[in-house]
T-cell receptor, first 114, second 110 residues
């Protein structure tokens, strides 16, 4: 068990560019979550998957954001046409789906949009 | 509206003292409650979970839950400088499969 892994750790991009982040959950966890966190705020829910099915999306998730988990293992989060307001820490978490909703977070991807 | 409220702090306590962190939430039917610790620049780390009214102790940490009053608290005994971090309260609201987080309380131990 190596924990939740996220890549890259840091991403600097110019406004208007597309970016993609990857998350590898804890292997036996079938739930995977994406959160976003800005300075001084708690993590805000974006979306989650149960296996390969995307079960819930937040209103925060505009149509520029898309997430996939094609084989129920790793997940990707893509942001198209990035804006400065997208600058944040993007956190991935996984859960064993035992009904107690304990989330275990990865180290996050810090996105800076210039 | 599902809300989790925390005092942003900072809460300053001397080394060796008890730190008391509080959290209120909006949905009386909520079932699961969590405390996460987050060091500056790092991701949240789960330190406590509590599901029923009363106290739950784990080492120097005690979580307290009062569903009737809709608050959950975290006590840290014998506070150490290494406890200096932001503590996030998270709630699984009734019927949901995700966690809603408060803004966190910054704790400073010196």
């Amino acid at each position: 068990d190596t924990g939740v892994s996220q890549d890259p750790r840091h991403k600097i991009t110019k406004r208007g560019q597309n970016v993609t982040f990857r998350c590898d959950p804890i292997s036996e966890h079938n739930r995977l979550y994406w959160y976003r966190q800005t300075l001084g705020q708690g993590p805000e829910f974006l979306t989650y998957f149960q296996n390969e099915a995307q079960l819930e999306k937040s209103r925060l998730l505009s149509d520029r954001f898309s997430a996939e988990r094609p084989k129920g293992s790793f997940s990707t989060l893509e942001i198209q046409r990035t804006e400065q307001g997208d600058s944040a820490m993007y956190l991935c978490a996984s859960s064993p789906s035992d009904g107690n909703e304990k989330l275990f977070f990865g180290s996050g991807t810090q996105l800076s949009v210039l | 509206q599902k809300e989790v409220e925390q005092n942003s702090g900072p809460l300053s306590v001397p080394e060796g003292a008890i730190a008391s962190l509080n959290c209120t939430y909006s949905d009386r039917g909520s079932q699961s409650f969590f405390w996460y610790r987050q060091y500056s620049g790092k991701s949240p780390e789960l330190i406590m979970s509590i599901y029923s009214n009363g106290d739950k102790e784990d080492g120097r940490f005690t979580a307290q839950l009062n569903k009737a009053s809709q608050y959950v608290s975290l006590l840290i005994r014998d506070s150490q400088p290494s406890d200096s971090a932001t503590y996030l309260c998270a709630v699984n609201f009734h019927g949901g499969s995700t966690l809603t987080f408060g803004k966190g309380t910054m704790l400073l131990v010196s």
